[in-house]
């Protein structure tokens, strides 16, 4: 049986966990079903994410790209300042929030990895065996492993074939979200716009571009057709509708969630969305991937094998059951009649916002 690690997946969090395994000299190897196209879209990383991305040795890479966010505004649909949240002095200079395009991000994580990743290389299939996996790709062909990390996303083939457990829903907050990048209107922070309609979102990416994500609020529907941001957000402030007007890149998707009961079985762990995928509210998708990655490294540097699923999910639980049960009570309020959320949002959106960032501050818990 080959005692060398295969990470399914090499979107952000199967590149984490591969870098972390190789500074731990754990020999790696990571199967990618696609071509290797980043996209152009962008990614807001918060202070535990830009944290979890230094203690990968990734600090300095990483303070090359993007845009710091120092501050974040919450507005009503007429534009009225309901509450901003002072990120700067809330994370430190250590951990300050950035946003960088989704490539750059890929890239910074996948230099030195060289040969490990292979691509177009799909799995179809993962069973656990006495002392590791069996794994049959895509090109028809079947090798062992001695650990297998599913890091392949919602639709996890490793969730479905080896922990046998697919449970995936439609998340609160709404059905499906626009993305895309526009021109910057005007916007030099975090800024986010509600009403009836849904929610709008602009980040700065860099000196001339920002990153937008827009959804309805209640789980309500989300037109494929771009013309339902045009409909849905027409009477929003000036610089929604000149986004609108220039929007480039745009990127339709349903938003789902992974809830199920455990993350391993035998020899078999997931990592990332594949695990505990949530709306992207507090936008903790490849924070929490980067940190299960270090942890799952640690463990496979220094445990029995036959012991790191159970040892993994213990030293993870905890902090995903933070992250979900804030994402859920985020989701609840947003679907409050909007005269009504901004009524609220002045007193509760800054203690939230503390809540459930200060406990994400701290470190996460490593074996």
Do not use: K
């Amino acid at each position: 049986m080959a005692m060398d690690v295969l990470v399914v997946g090499g979107g952000i969090a199967g590149l984490a966990l591969a870098r972390a395994l190789r500074r731990r000299d754990v020999p790696v190897a990571v199967a990618e079903r696609g071509d290797g196209d980043g996209g152009g879209l962008a990614i807001n990383l918060p202070g535990n994410a830009v944290a979890a991305f230094a203690a990968l040795g990734l600090a300095e890479g990483l303070s090359g790209l993007g845009r710091p966010t120092e501050r974040r505004e919450y507005r009503s649909i007429r534009d009225r300042l309901l509450f901003s949240v002072d990120e700067d002095a809330f994370w430190g200079p250590e951990a300050r929030p950035r946003c960088v395009r989704r490539s750059d991000l890929l890239a910074l994580l996948a230099d030195g990895l060289d040969g490990a990743v292979r691509r177009p290389l799909p799995v179809a299939a993962v069973r656990p065996v006495p002392g590791g996996a069996e794994v049959d790709f895509g090109d028809d062909t079947r090798q062992q492993f001695g650990f297998v990390a599913g890091a392949d996303g919602v639709r996890s083939a490793v969730r479905a074939t080896a922990i046998g457990s697919d449970t995936t829903r439609p998340a609160l907050l709404s059905a499906a979200s626009w993305r895309f990048m526009a021109p910057n209107p005007g916007v030099d922070c975090w800024t986010a716009w509600s009403g009836p309609g849904g929610a709008f979102l602009l980040i700065p990416v860099d000196g001339d571009q920002v990153y937008g994500y827009a959804s309805a609020t209640g789980g309500g529907p989300v037109s494929a057709d771009p013309a339902w941001l045009h409909e849905s957000f027409r009477d929003y402030p000036g610089p929604v509708r000149r986004v609108l007007d220039s929007m480039t890149d745009l990127y339709h998707s349903p938003v789902e969630e992974v809830r199920t009961g455990r993350w391993s079985a035998g020899r078999c762990v997931l990592v990332g969305d594949a695990a505990h995928a949530t709306a992207p509210v507090w936008a903790q998708g490849a924070a929490l991937a980067v940190e299960d990655g270090l942890v799952l490294a640690d463990l496979l540097a220094t445990a029995d094998w036959d012991t790191v699923g159970s040892g993994y999910e213990r030293l993870r639980r905890e902090r995903i059951t933070h992250v979900r049960s804030a994402t859920d009570r985020f989701s609840r309020a947003a679907a409050l009649p909007s005269w009504l959320r901004h009524l609220i949002m002045p007193m509760i959106g800054p203690r939230t916002y503390r809540e459930t960032y200060g406990r994400l501050r701290h470190p996460f818990p490593t074996p």
